[in-house]
């Protein structure tokens, strides 16, 4: 969906080294959210944020942060990658509680 | 930890047939919904059944709730090789106050013309 954009689509990183993903949209949505899928796991909730003073954390948040830097932007961060971070990640936006979540196309991230 | 779990993991059928698949999940929802992933890309919409509905249609899908047997079935019918995707049944559901959407594992389907 060209209303939800991440950057980058693809990224390789090392052991350590802190990254950032970016998510923007154009839908007007207050709620964003991120995510993790890996193979035969389907989707965890990382973090999300229902507005820009209200971030929550999802089921599993350890090792990444996020920050709202405003109503159509949300980022993702790695403080320090690991290769178990290795999955594709996207981010969602929805306009309402419990309405339809607009995902991304998805980043894909190697750590090596 | 998921709360829905679709079944089977995998399906394989002919154009013309129908699909159906299902998910089960462990808690009281507002809603359950249904998305689509092609591979290696972000998921779609496909259809929300609320909790006080039994049953919803759009286009060749039709959806099932059954909030005492806590299961939803999604039947897709006369296929296409292009219905060929991952799909992911979604439930709503209070956490800790927040409303959030758990995804099941999913469901591949592979139709062959």
């Known amino acids: 969906d060209a209303d939800v954009t991440q950057t980058p689509r693809n990224r390789i990183t090392k052991t350590g080294k802190r990254i950032m993903l970016e998510c923007s949209q154009t839908k007007g949505h207050d709620r964003m959210y991120w995510y993790r899928q890996d193979p035969g796991l389907g989707l965890q909730l990382i973090y999300y944020s229902f507005d820009v003073k209200d971030i929550n954390k999802g089921e599993i948040s350890d090792g990444y942060s996020v920050s709202r830097q405003a109503q159509a932007k949300f980022s993702l961060s790695l403080e320090s990658a690991i290769p178990n971070q290795t999955a594709l990640y996207f981010c969602?936006?929805?306009?309402?509680?419990?309405?339809?979540?607009?995902f991304g196309p998805g980043t894909r991230l190697l750590v090596l | 930890s998921q709360q829905g779990e679709e079944d089977p993991q995998a399906l394989s059928i002919q154009e013309g047939e129908n699909a159906t698949m299902n998910c089960s999940y462990k808690?009281?929802?507002?809603?359950l919904q249904w998305y689509r992933q092609n591979s290696g890309r972000g998921l779609v919409h496909l259809i929300l059944?609320?909790?006080?509905?039994r049953e919803k249609h759009s286009g060749r899908l039709r959806v099932t709730l059954d909030t005492s047997k806590k299961s939803s079935s999604l039947l897709i019918t006369a296929s296409r090789a292009a219905d060929t995707a991952s799909y992911f049944c979604a439930t709503d559901a209070m956490n800790s106050g927040y409303s959030t959407l758990t995804f099941g594992k999913g469901t591949m389907l592979l139709v062959s013309p």
């Open positions: 808690t009281s929802i507002n809603n």
């Open positions: 969602a936006t929805s306009g309402s509680e419990g309405e339809t979540q607009y």
């Open positions: 059944i609320r909790s006080n509905e």
